[in-house]
């Protein structure tokens, strides 16, 4: 991609309506722009961020043996009325009344059109486990709408919901989430804590937030410090018991401040990390809450109707993005984790319109485009230092730079975004070592 051509409106100035610092450098960055309070619209730069998190979300959601499906944003308020949530959810749903005056909404999250989707066509023990999940937009009318996509009124979720035939089957869905979400976390270059929340109405403690400590984060947090260094599963059989790689990491003391044992400051001491964390992720365990009301049963191999356990699973997606930079910036601007950034290179002409230079370039350009490698090419007719700047202001992993000076010799300058570490070397060595990772 031409720089050149691309749409990338960055800003030299730091916007004051912003307060915290991902904020800041997705407006800067040029990758969002506010629509109205809460709801903003994506740009090229922003929206192939969130699309390299869409499909790390996926692929581990598939793995992990779910299915993806699309449900509506509208939805009918009827099915609220039968769970019983229509009166009880609050003005932060979103209510609507179509032209024939019936009850419609912009769902704040799917429980009751999945249980509908399940009761509809779901009717024998043999067809669970299912556990189905979207990646889609979300409408909740917050109070106070903040921090950028951190807490939007429209943002993305990954909502997953999970039917079983009974508590322990139920329990092992769950186990199964928790563990892809570990992975899911570590693959963006993050790492989120699991820790124990509030369950809600239904009792039990099977819930769980994952946290990402960062000093802006909306809730205080607790942790036990080998928590941070804890590695992600590798190579997990999600057919296999999985609860030893859950008491692993729900051994050590990890809460939110509403779950906080203050006793465990003294018990843990220097063990104990208090910091400041942002909400990435919520797992839940419900039982029957919705499948009892909304009627989800199957035929049991008994011949009864069994009603069904579920649980749901939800990734703030689009907060993801605000979390990733909150967690990898530097003053100069945003530092992409590898797996997320929106183009693997930043490719800088200092001289445009110089043949030797354009040509060396676009020879890198095509090598590197060869090796399915995505290059950002910054071919417009600029200052170097603004050249610099925008680059390092968008955080791509690398930077080639291409001068005069350097081309006459055959080489080319190599930057590490993230460290700084430079390196001149050949073209074909930067090449080759942009496209063995
Ligand atoms: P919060 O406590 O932050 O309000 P929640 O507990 O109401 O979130 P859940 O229903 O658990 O949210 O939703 C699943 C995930 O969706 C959350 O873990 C979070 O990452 C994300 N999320 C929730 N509300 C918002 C929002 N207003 N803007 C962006 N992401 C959100
Ligand atoms: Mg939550």
């Known amino acids: 991609m031409r720089l050149s051509r ?27 722009r506010q629509h ?24 581990e959601q598939n793995a992990a043996g779910a299915q993806e499906i699309i449900m509506p944003t509208i939805q009918s308020g ?33 429980e009751e059109v999945v249980t509908d989707i399940f009761r509809n066509s779901i009717k024998s023990y043999r067809d669970l486990p299912k556990n189905l999940y979207q990646i889609n937009w979300k409408f909740r009318d917050e109070v106070r709408p903040r921090f950028g996509l951190m807490r939007g009124r429209e943002f993305l979720m990954k909502d997953a919901y999970s039917f079983d035939l009974d508590y322990e089957r139920s329990r092992h869905a769950y186990n199964q989430m928790f563990v892809a979400y570990l992975r899911t976390f570590a693959r963006l270059g993050l790492k989120a804590i699991p820790m124990k929340a509030d369950s809600g109405p239904i009792g039990g403690d099977l819930s769980h937030e994952f946290i990402v400590l960062a000093d802006t984060g909306e809730s205080a947090v607790f942790t036990h410090k080998a928590l941070l260094e804890m590695p992600a599963p590798q190579n997990v059989d999600y057919e296999k018991d999985l609860q030893p790689i859950i008491d692993q990491w729900t051994s050590l003391y990890a809460a939110t401040d509403d779950k906080h044992d203050p006793a465990m400051a003294d ?34 191999s008994d011949g009864n109707p069994v009603t069904v356990f579920m649980g749901s699973y939800g990734i703030g997606v689009s907060r993801l993005v605000a979390a990733i930079i909150e967690a990898s910036h530097d003053e100069h601007g945003i530092v992409w ?6 183009f693997d290179v930043g490719l800088i002409n200092l001289k445009v319109g110089d043949a030797a230079c354009d040509e060396a370039c676009k020879k890198i350009y095509d090598a590197l485009s060869l090796e399915k490698r995505d290059v950002l090419y910054d071919d417009r007719d600029e200052r170097a230092g603004v050249k610099f700047a925008d680059m390092d202001l968008i955080g791509l992993p690398w930077q080639i730079v291409v001068g005069p000076k350097g081309v006459a010799k055959g080489i080319v300058e190599l930057k590490r975004r993230a460290t700084g570490a430079k390196e001149e070397i050949s073209f074909e060595g930067a090449v080759a070592k942009l496209t063995v990772m």
């Open 337 to 342: 984790p590898d797996a997320v950034a929106p």
């Open 78 to 110: 009827d099915l609220w009325k039968e769970s019983g949530r229509y009166d009880d959810y609050g003005p932060e749903m979103l209510r609507i009344k179509d032209r024939h005056e019936r009850d419609m909404l912009y769902g704040p999250t799917h």
């Open 36 to 59: 109205a309070a809460g709801i903003y619209n994506w740009l090229p730069l922003g929206t192939r961020v969130l699309q390299n998190i869409i499909q790390i979300v996926r692929e």
């Open 6 to 32: 691309f749409f990338l409106p960055t800003l030299k100035e730091t916007p004051t309506e912003a307060q915290i610092v991902s904020h800041r450098l997705m407006l800067r960055a040029g990758m969002i």
């Open 267 to 300: 018990k843990l001491g220097a063990d104990l990390v208090s910091a400041r964390g942002i909400e990435v992720g919520h797992i839940f365990h419900f039982g029957k809450k919705y499948s009892e009301p909304m009627k989800a049963s199957v035929i049991g």
